[in-house]
């Protein structure tokens, strides 16, 4: 909000390089956000497509693994971006 625009800018006036990276982890934390919306998109479309036994279903559960691993180093990354910030 207004308290954010504010340090932005005197940050950018007394530390522009800090400034620089502070956007940088900003567009970076969004980028990851949009990533886990995506992870879990593709996980609900795989479940509505799925016949059968979801035990069963190797694709399925392929995807789960690979989607859990990426979303909790996503949200590692996004934790530690927003305590740098």
Do not use: F, W
């Amino acid at each position: 909000g207004l308290l954010d625009q504010m340090l932005s800018l005197a940050v950018m006036h007394e530390r522009p390089d800090l400034e620089a990276i502070r956007s940088q982890l900003i567009i970076s934390c969004a980028s990851m956000k949009y990533d886990l919306k995506d992870i879990e998109d593709k996980i609900l479309d795989k479940l509505s497509k799925s016949e059968g036994s979801t035990v069963d279903n190797i694709d399925l559960i392929t995807t789960l693994e690979i989607s859990k691993y990426k979303s909790e180093e996503i949200k590692r990354q996004v934790l530690v971006a927003e305590a740098t910030q």
